[in-house]
């Protein structure tokens, strides 16, 4: 996020079969974190700033996920992770990203992955800036 305003989603399938809601979310966390790093290295590309000083902030709606991507801890069920993964961990150590936990409700990009209540959707859709009047929606 950037002014108050998300800089940067994605949706698509995972290409890689999770074992469990944890795995996917991280995997999730590792697309994320990928995109980080391009927008940081765009933003330095562009000259606007010399370095981007402050870590890259990327919210994740699981604190397992979190947890893992924060601690050097394994598990039976993380021992097959594909070690591309490791990145995130990686650039968190390095300082470069801090992940954040944000529930659901908040999530921003929500409207464009999964149904919700038109009150839901509605503040959503106002917050991603997308539609001034919700009017319409009504």
Aim: charged share 20%; hydrophobic share 40%; proline share 3%.
């Amino acid at each position: 996020m950037m002014a108050g305003g998300a800089i940067s989603w994605k949706i698509m399938k995972q290409k890689n079969v999770a074992t469990s809601t944890m795995m996917a979310e991280y995997m999730a966390c590792y697309e994320a974190t990928s995109q980080a790093v391009w927008i940081g290295k765009f933003i330095e590309g562009m000259r606007v700033l010399h370095i981007v000083t402050n870590p890259l902030k990327i919210f994740c709606d699981s604190t397992a996920a979190i947890f893992y991507s924060k601690n050097n801890k394994r598990s039976s069920g993380t021992k097959h992770m594909h070690i591309k993964y490791k990145l995130v961990r990686e650039k968190i150590n390095q300082g470069f990203r801090n992940i954040s936990y944000i529930d659901t409700e908040s999530m921003l990009a929500d409207p464009l992955n999964k149904p919700l209540p038109v009150m839901s959707f509605k503040k959503h859709v106002e917050n991603m800036g997308l539609i001034s009047n919700l009017d319409m929606l009504s």
